[in-house]
């Protein structure tokens, strides 16, 4: 008796497995460290040791803006604040790849950034706090966040 | 009679509807510091050598009763950095008609008691030093002492000189 077998094999399609197209990390604070009662203290962007930074890994000819929501104020000992400001220059988006050169933005509006030297880049902080003369003395913090969003 | 037995096999592949990740993504880093009390600094004592004779050398130690000093206040625990700034370069102090004073040999030590005696920490003048602590109090002694030479024909009359301790927090 013949047997027939029919087997359908339709169009196999797969579609990518996108991973995540952008990433962001915290990876160092904004330490203004010692700051003296009633002495403004401001660290640049360029610091090395005591700039806030985060580091964006995306993919080359990505564009992503990136938004900062900064504090307006240090929380300390007793319920005691100090005030901590953010203006232009203090802050900047850098690709990590040779030759980059860093891109100031406004800390207050969102920045658009493209990957095209590599898939890395970092995001530097400065930023002055003005405690008052009679400042309560102690440890003072707060936080500040970075938001990437995918353009394209 | 013939029979057929179909066998159909429907081989469905679907692989992988389009995972896409968050189109935003956050992250938080901390913005710190730590607030000390201001510093105050406080001339406190002249560096006076009193009389000195045309060709003779006198010298006032950090432990003489005629030795600088300035009064630090500040935060308990807290490292500080003492810089002088001594009159025209620590060479002279100047007297009439422009007649100049010669000095060397200055010294200098940081205490926590007001002594610039036993326990008085040295360091060079002319460089500083980063390492003067209050300790467990709030208040620092700075001590100064250096030698003038007057020349053989050196000018009768008063000789005088500034000098400024600049102190700031260590981080």
Redesign the interface.
Known sequence: ??????????L????????????????????????????T?TVLPTDPIKS???TITGQIGRQVQIKLTL?TR?N?PSGAT?P?NFTTGDVFVQETATGSLPNYFNPGGANVFRFTNGTQAIVR?G?R?T?A?N????????????????LN | M??????????????????????????????????????TVNGANNLAFGNVFPGVNKTVAVGDAAAGRFDITG?TG?TVSLNFTLPNSGNYILGPSSAQLPLNSWSSCWNTSNTGGSGCTSFTTASGTSAAAFGAGTTLFVFLGATAAPAAGQTAGSYTGQVTLTVA???
């Open positions: 008796m013949p047997t027939t077998i029919r087997i359908l094999t339709p196999l399609f797969t579609a990518h497995l996108a991973a995540a197209q952008v990433s962001v990390a915290g990876a160092r604070n904004l330490a203004f460290g010692v700051v003296a009662a009633g002495v203290t806030g930074q985060w504090p240090l300390g100090m901590v902080l930023g706090v405690p003369v400042q309560r003395s102690g440890a003072y913090l707060n936080s500040a966040l970075i938001t990437i969003t995918v | 013939a029979r057929f037995a179909k066998l159909s096999v429907f081989t469905f592949a679907m692989l992988g509807a389009a995972a896409t990740g968050a189109s935003a993504q956050s992250a938080n880093i901390n913005v710190t510091a730590n607030v000390y009390q201001a510093l935060q807290a927090y260590v981080n």
